[in-house]
T-cell receptor, first 112, second 115 residues
Framework: DAKTTQPNSMESNEEEPVHLPCNHS???????IHWYRQLPSQGPEYVIH???SNVNNRMASLAIAEDRKSSTLILHRATLRDAAVYYC?????????????FGTGTSLTVIP | NAGVTQTPKFQVLKTGQSMTLQCAQD?????MYWYRQDPGMGLRLIYY???????DKGEVPNGYNVSRLNKREFSLRLESAAPSQTSVYFC??????????????FGSGTRLTVV
């Protein structure tokens, strides 16, 4: 199964942009790149996903490298409510369906 | 919008007791999943159901059984609880298909302690 590698933790100042990196060197051509975040004591929450092109939504932007072996989640202006664990996940395909395999993610601390 | 509903939210069991964790979704999703999350760890897949009537093992299925009761409901059963099963359990659902262009919706979790 394709796996991802993320830094264990990152810090950002409030109202500054945050770039959360993810390496997925074994990604296959059909794997979508998904990002989720988990606030304390809550279930994971969908943030964004993409295949090859960069993606934007109201929460964040996703920049995907041309060779697709890495991606970056961009929070344009970090707020205290963005403090969470961020998971970069590949949507792996199999003959019986598809499912996510989570790593330990990046714990983002936002400094006021 | 209810999304994914898990019951109970909290549970304390004695070693050897059994219980069933319930999960229901109202989004007409085909696929449903059970994950566990231990302190300081990421989520690990226990079982999943790609569609009604099918179930498959994930990474850590030992000690658990599941039932896909209908399209809406997917339950997780611990037949003989062990302290190693102390964890937070999350249910999730998604559209299905042989492509990755669908996200998951997660429930708020069940915090289980086995003493």
């Amino acid at each position: 199964d394709a796996k991802t590698t993320q830094p264990n933790s990152m810090e950002s100042n409030e109202e500054e942009p945050v770039h959360l990196p993810c390496n997925h060197s074994t990604i296959s051509g059909t794997d979508y790149i998904h990002w989720y975040r988990q606030l304390p004591s809550q279930g994971p929450e969908y943030v964004i996903h993409g295949l090859t092109s960069n993606v934007n939504n109201r929460m964040a932007s996703l920049a995907i490298a041309e060779d697709r072996k890495s991606s970056t989640l961009i929070l344009h202006r970090a707020t205290l409510r963005d403090a969470a664990v961020y998971y970069c996940i590949l949507r792996a395909l199999s003959n019986t369906g598809n499912q996510f395999y989570f790593g330990t993610g990046t714990s983002l601390t936002v400094i006021p | 919008n209810a999304g994914v509903t898990q019951t109970p939210k909290f549970q304390v069991l004695k070693t050897g007791q059994s219980m069933t964790l319930q999960c229901a979704q109202d989004m007409n999703h085909n696929s449903m999943y059970w994950y566990r999350q231990d302190p300081g760890m990421g989520l690990r897949l226990i079982y999943y159901s790609a569609s009604e009537g099918t179930t498959d093992k994930g990474e850590v299925p030992n000690g658990y059984n599941v039932s896909r009761l209908n399209k809406r409901e997917f339950s997780l059963r611990l037949e003989s609880a062990a302290p190693s099963q102390t964890s937070v359990y999350f249910c999730a659902s998604s559209e299905s298909g042989y492509e990755g262009n669908y996200g998951y919706t997660f429930g708020s979790g069940t915090r289980l302690t086995v003493v």
